[in-house]
């Protein structure tokens, strides 16, 4: 028990109320009424009456400081909604706040929010999807017709469940068909090129190869060509190794245009046979 002596006023300090204690004038105690913690002051001879009730203190006590009640989130949800105030929540529905549709919720589904977004203009651009976007790093129509992205590598099209179309991040294109289209061109500016060198002994390679008619084994489509081992052999830099855009194993390439420097050297050398044969009348 502490006393702290005043002069004229003598508090003493006797701990948490106790019923059973007899109390007197300036003794102090602790007391929780209804949750509130609090400190009263004895201002009369008192014995088991408890120093305050439903907040009110009793006739023998006196308030010496006056706790608050801890507040809860429900307690501090229905003093807010209480509010007339028209600036914190709506008069009408005191579950929104001004200026949100009474029927907005938190847990909308991507559906929902695509929903309300497509035909609307978000600038510069607007915004014309209903449902189908679909699934994580995949933009499209469903499961079967969809856009997928890799990690920084490539951009995949399915159609019909099937990977038709690959764009790599090294700039190449892969199609799992035929490239069709009005013309096509390819660069070739000398300003782009280096260590510039002719097709030696042009003739000799256009004779390693053959010019063949075959069938595709994965559909039986007729077409014509060459075979790639056999340019590989006389022209390596005109091949390449790849891998099938649906996977599988990797097959050789060829770069049909990278064929026309042996026909022209080709016919270089053969236009100078001629001329030598001329020559020799």
Known sequence: MATIDLGKIKLVWRGT??????????DI?????GGVLSTYICT???????PSSGGTAHGSWAYAAKGQINETAASI?????????????????????NNIETSATADQTASEIVSLIAGQTIAPHTVSATNNV?????????????????DNDRMDIYINGSNEFRFESDGDFHADGDVIAQSTTISSDINLKE??????????KIESLRGVTFDWKRDGTPSAGVIAQEVQGVLPQAVKE??????????LS??????TSILIEAIKELKAEVEELKGGK
């Open 254 to 259: 060829v770069n049909y245009h990278a064929l």
């Open 44 to 50: 009369a001879n008192s014995t088991g009456n408890a």
């Open 17 to 26: 109320y106790n019923a059973s204690t007899a109390y007197t004038p300036d």
């Open 242 to 251: 790849v891998t099938p855009v649906a996977g599988g194993e990797s097959h």
């Open 195 to 204: 260590n510039i060198k002719l097709v030696p002994d042009a003739l000799d």
């Open 29 to 33: 105690v602790a007391y929780t009424d």
């Open 77 to 97: 949800r229905a003093f807010v909604e209480s509010a007339s105030d028209s600036n914190v929540f709506t008069d009408a529905d005191h579950t929104k706040l």
């Open 134 to 150: 679909y699934g994580p790093s995949r933009i499209g129509r469903d499961s079967n017709d969809y856009l997928a992205f890799g």
